[in-house]
Structure formats: C-alpha cells, structure tokens
C-alpha cells in the first residue's frame, strides 16, 4: 500500500472518531445541566479542557457560555477540531483515496460532511442540539460500520482500525482526566446525588453508562476509573483500544506480537504491557492526573512512530541529493 | 421532495415532444418533420408514456446521485476549490448504427494518420521535408518537444488514449473540432452517466440495444498492461495524477479505483536505480506502467519546467532507458497544435493515401498571409481560437462578440498570427434538453474515446457535452455545460449478442470487491 495512502486512511478514521467524541462531550454536558440543581453554574470550562485547546478558545471567544463553547466545538471552520474541521479534513483524506477505500465509505462519509456543512449554516440547526449530536454519533457509528462490513481486512484496514483506537483511547483519557479534575476538589459531595450524577454523566459521555452498571452496579469513582481505564471488554476502555489498536500495528507488518520489528511496535507494546499488568489502586495512589498525562504523551509517541516507520520513509539515495530530498518531504496531508 | 413533486405535476403537461421546436437547426432526435430519427423512435414513444412528473422525478433521483457520489470536478479560481456536479440531463443523446459506423472509420484512420504524424516529426521530419507541412509552423509549435526527439515509445505507438471532439452543423454533417491527444478527461462521465441511465430506465436499455460502454477500463488496463517494457507476468499499472486539486481528479481515481490500481501522485514516486519506484508501507515498489494525468511540462523537473512540484526527477531517463512506459508518450501534444490541426487532412493523404473519412471544420491559418486578412475582415462570422489554448478559453465568438473583444483579437491576432486560426461559426445540432420542466433545444458536440493499442478501439458512445445556457454555443464544463448520455443503437448484425454478454458482465466488473483482484489474476483481463 502506498505511504501515502495509509497516511491519508489512519487520519480519516482519526478524525471522524474525533469528530463523534466532540459530539459525545458536548452532548452529555447539555443532558447533565438539565438535571442541576437550579443556581448551580453551568459546567462548560472542562469541556474546552477536554480538547486542549484552551488558548485558542479563549483568544477567540472570552467567556466559556453554552452557546460559545457548542460554536467553538461544533462549526468553528477556524478551530480545527471542531466537528465540522474534523469531518472536512476526513472527507479530504478519504477524497485523496477513494480509489483505496470502498464507494460506500466515500459516499457515506461525504454525505455525514455535507450534513454537518449544511447543519453549519443553518441557524436552527441547534435548536434541539441532542438530535444533531446524535446524528453525529450515528453517522460515526455508521461509517465505522461501513468499513468493518464492506472493506478488505488487509493493511488498508488496520491502519483504518488503528487510527480510530488511538483517538478513541486518547479521548477517553482526556474525558476521564478533566471529569476527576473538577470533580475532585468537592469533598463535601462525595456520595452525594450530585457526585453521582456527575459520574455518570462521565460515562454516558462514552456510552458506558449500561455497560458499567451491569458490571458494579454502585457508582463510585475509584470503579469508574477503573472500568474506563482498565476493563478489557468494554470497547472505549482505554485498555481495550490499546489491546486491539496493538493487534494492527502487527498485523500491518507481520510480526507476532509480544515482540517488536520497529519503534511504532516497541512503543505500542511497551504501553500495553503496563496497562496490562496494572491495578487501579496503584494508578490512584501515585494520581490519575499524572498517569493520564504521560500516558497522552506515549500515545503521541506511538503516533510518531508509525509517521516515521511507514509514512516518512526516504530513498537512501537521496542523503546527499538536497533536491530530491526536497521532492520527497511534501506531506501536506490533511491532519 | 415536496415541493419538487408540485413542480413535477405543474409541469408534466409540457413533458412531450409534441411542441418542441427545433428552431431550424439539426436536432439529433428530431427531424425537420418533427418525426424521430432512426433509433430514436423507441426513445421518444416511451419518454412519452410516462407518468405524470415520472421524468422530473427521475432526474432530481441521478442529480441526487451524482451529488451523493461526488461525481464533481474542480472549478478553478472558484474559491476554497469548491466541487459542483457535471450538470446531467437525463434525456440520452441516439447516434443510429450505421452512422456510427462512419464515425468509427473516420476516428480509426485519422488516429493512425496523426499517430504516424508524431512519430514522422520526432523522427526524419519527412513530412515537413516534402512541404505538406511548412516548417515554420513546426519550429514555431509550442507544444514541440525538442527531449522527444528520436523516442522510440512501445511499437511506435505515441498516442494511446485520445479522446477527439465531433460536432453537427446544420447539414448533418458531422466535423472534427479538436483531437485531444493529451490528457483528454470526460470517460468517467461516460461511466457514470450510463450507470444511472441504466437504473433510471432499465426496461428502455432493454428494447433499445444499446452498445455497452462498461468494458472501457478492462479495456485499456490491458492496453497499459502491453505497454509494460519487460512483458513480466503482472506488469505494475498506476494512473498518475496532479492531485486532489485537479479539475479531473473525480476521473482519475474513478478509473484507477475501476481498474483495480494504485492512484499515484508525484511526491509518491522516486527513481531508484535508474527504476520508478512508489514509496508503500512495505518500501519501494517498482511501477512499469504510469497512465500519466499530468502534462507534458510538469512530469520531470529535470527535464520539461523545473518548477514543477507534480512530477518525478529522472523520469524521462527512466523513460529512454525503456524502464518505464508512459501513456500517452511524451510529446503528443504537438499534434493538439489548432494550426496543425488544421492540416490533419493533408496528413491523412500524406501518410495513409486516403481521404478524410470525418471532415476538419474548414479553418483558416492567420499565418497564411491571406487566410489572415479574410479573418481580420470577417470576425464578426468567424470562431477565433489560440493556437495552445483548450477547455473554451482564449478563444472569441465572432457573432456573439462586442465590438470591444472583436478588436481586442483583431490586435491579437496582428501581433502573433501563429498563435491563431479561425473557423466559421457553425450552427452546432441542439437536441432536446430538459429546461425548467420542459424540452428545449440545446447545442451539443460528442467526445468519443479511442484506445490504441495492438488494434484500434473505438468505444461506443462517448461524452455529448450540452450548453446549458440558451443559445450559447460552448460546452465546456468549466463554462456551465453540462452532459447527457449516448446511446450508440447496435446495427441488426450480430452486435446484440455482444451486448448481452458485455451487460451480463456488468455487475461483476463494477462490484467493489472485484478490485483488488483485477490487477492480480491476468486471467480476469481475457
């Protein structure tokens, strides 16, 4: 498969993962304001935190309102991972590879973008937001789908698999990481509705709401973490999207797993050997903040190793040859 | 959808052929009787028979389509490189069976004669040598290249894909406009444009023995696979594109996607060892075949523009050194040269001893000393073209023109009378054409392919480009034309046998499965 094919495939299903977890976000944040108690400020700074993207957000918009943070994630085309630059910069992947991915991802992909475009200027578009984030969710899940259903399971699609299990992993990390944060420092309501309400609506935010519950029934946060960071089977638990996001990496090259052929493996492997063999109590005591914070940076490790190993190879020929060097280093791919 | 089907029934009364008016010029299904030519009869009676507002709902169900599918191209200066669909009428354009066996012969003997015509000139030059071509005119070509000189491409076939530009003027005779021996794009709407045809009116396919059109990328991936230079079992085919943002990308990826292989671009191909070679997730992988979307100008740095960032540095060696095939050859264009073209005739004479079987459109060189002078009095009749120009641009339509522009090219043309010819204006056929919820006439021209490989093969059908604007005479996509599907109506030999089985073969070949697989097993290419 070309390099650069596989590079345009793993964005394109990166960005449509991320494009649904924005909508996750965003809509379990609206559900959760319903049920507060009235006077309560409305919690919308952790979502902005959630992304990462703190700085843009407020140089743009100042204050952190419902309606600016919806624009700043939903249809700011400035932002570049709000929905809709997510969903443009997938549908131009996936446009740049049609030949390589299957008519019916395409078409299913260029309809969700130009229902999302179209969404974008339509000023009653947000007039009952749960349907839109819905339909964002369902057009993800769908697309998913599509690919697992009609695409050849070859190289094509594990890089497909792997840039969705990396994305998704990421993201649970950072749902996970600003929810304790804020939800942290209010001893007081520990065991109290609010605390409970609060953590659910975590795991709403990933679909785990039902799947948790028939698995610990009591919600308290050291099982929420635990469930999100560590249960095998629940397939947006970070170990889970690790686990199978590792089964493509070997795939792709062939190598039997537990052991490595280049950096992106090592990596990966390296990752899920940890988590593999860790206990959520020992994750708490030494803090959630920092486990979640340097497993973020592996991540990104692991994505720069795949970039390097089968992306951004060069000719040997070219070390001494700065021309064609430079004909080779032109990756303007959508990311 | 409502509001469409109001439309639909307000208008359906007007959805017959019973007041279309023909306006005096030649329409291609209707004749000067107001009775239907021969093939369309069938056509126009079931069009007739449908259901209120069944037509208008059928053409919103493909421009739906069309859209879902992103079958779009590119408008350039537009902004943020916007798409727009190929506007599409649904009402087929009929070309008869023994017609089309006029335009089959003609296209044949004018691709050898122009074939033989690259070759001559990058070569002894002997047609120049023998004055049928004056050679100022070829010194002074632009599109010459001088690094072609002496190739010896694959058999001495130059120009394997060409897709040639046919119009009707007002007698019925049918003239060649351009012959396109470049990068000529539209094949994909041909496709496309049958597809949904074909599920718009299935049972109209059936009673009108219609020549299937679906076996072209088989066709010429065979074609690219003969090219190949060390005859290897599965020679490696890719198509070579400029990128996403080309006008014809849609085209480039629908027919590397149709014949099962890779899409390359320039940044991801290098020569190594003096072979090309595409950068994969298993390394480099040698490439023996590049059907090349690019021009000539911008395939190799090193050799045509060195600023170009679309080609591969050292591809041209790779190419002389047999390393590599290229379709088309470099150097073609030459012959795409509006004042060389209007010599073709000559060269069929000159090269094949034959005469033209498809006529040029009469066409005055301003090079000519006199031919320019008739032009500077007359361009108030005539079509004033550049000589390198393509896709409607540079050109001056004399009648339609203000006195401004008339002068304009008047001075344009004084300055570099090389650099122009003329032509009259024709009163291009119309054909009836849904406008707003009625049929209305509209000017067409017709673009068949031709592959030229170890036979020549002329596919039945081709792309009729339509100007949708009123009156307008200029068909191009980039200037608001749209396009219909051609039906080419097999003749009562044993045509409709092939038919059959080349439609039996349909869902096999389109079915995205079958992708992969088509580049792999040679016995799948017959």
Known sequence: MLSRVADAIYWMSRYVERAENLARFADVTLNMMLDLPSGTPEQWRPLISAT??????????????????????????????????????????????REAIGSEMWEHLNQFYMSVRNAATDPDALES????????????????????????????????????????ADKTSRILDVKYFTLLPSLQDVGSPMDDLQW?????????????????????????????????????AIIHCIDHANQSLHAISGSPEGTFWNPAEKRLGLLRSELAYAEIDEILSSGLHEFLDSFQSRLNSVGEAIFQTYIAMRPEVDKNDDDAAMGVRLWPTHR | MQQSQQAASQQQSQLNFRNYDTGGFFDELIDEHGKPRPGAQILLQRIEELPDGELLLRQEMAERALLRMGITFAVYGSSDGVEKIFPFDILPRIVAANEWATIEAGLKQRIRALNLFIDDIYHDQQIVKDE????AILDSATSFRKQCIGLKPPRDIWCHITGTDLVRDNSGQVFVLEDNLRCPSGVSYVLQNRFIMKRSFPWLFEASHVMPVVDYPSRLLSLLQHLAPDGGPTPTVAVMTPGVYNSAYYEHSFLAQQMGVELVEGRDLVIRDGYVCMRTTSGFQRVDVLYRRIDDDFIDPQEFRDDSMLGVRGLMEAYRAGRVALANAPGTGVADDKVIYAYVEKMIKYYLNEKAILPNVPTYVCYDEEDRKYVLAHLDELVVKAANESGGYGMLIGPHATDEERKKFADLIQKDPRNYIAQPTLSLSRIPTMIDGTFEGRHVDLRPYILYGDDIFVLPGGLTRVALRKGSLVVNSSQGGGSKDTWVIAGPSGDQTAVAAAEADESAATAPDDRSQVSTSPESLK
């Open chain 2, 132 to 135: 049928v071509l004056p050679r």
């Open chain 1, 129 to 168: 937001p749960n349907d839109f984030f819905q339909h964002v969710k369902m057009s993800s899940h769908l697309f998913t789908g599509i690919t697992i259903t009609t695409m050849s399971q070859g190289e094509g699609w594990h890089f497909a698999r792997l840039g969705r299990l990396l994305e998704r």
């Open chain 1, 52 to 97: 990462g993207d703190d700085d843009k957000f407020f140089e743009r918009y100042g204050e952190p309102t419902r309606d600016n943070v919806i624009q700043f994630l939903t249809f700011d085309r400035e932002y570049s991972n709000s929905i809709l630059s997510c969903l443009h910069a997938a549908r131009e992947n996936a446009r740049s590879v």
């Open chain 1, 200 to 236: 659910s609506s975590v795991l709403r935010s990933v679909s785990g709401f039902e799947m948790y519950r028939k698995r610990h029934h009591g919600i308290t946060p050291k099982r929420v973490v635990g469930f999100l960071v560590l249960d095998r089977k629940f397939p947006r």
